[in-house]
């Protein structure tokens, strides 16, 4: 079973959506995160929850 590293991002209600696309756009391109959930709220902030696998290197046996 893969393992994941999580990262909470809070957006404010005052971020556009655009903004807020492209904020995710470049965390997904050059850190390699994915799309976990996302929770909009009543006041119109969201929570995204971001994951990325970790890859475990094995010991090398010589």
Partial sequence: MPEYEFRDVYVPRS???K???QLLTDQAEYGHWELDRTRLYPDG???VRL???IIRQ???TW
């Fill in 15 to 17: 971020v556009s959506r």
């Fill in 19 to 21: 903004a807020a696309t």
């Fill in 45 to 47: 902030s969201r929570r």
């Fill in 51 to 53: 994951r990325r696998r």
């Fill in 58 to 60: 094995l010991r090398a």
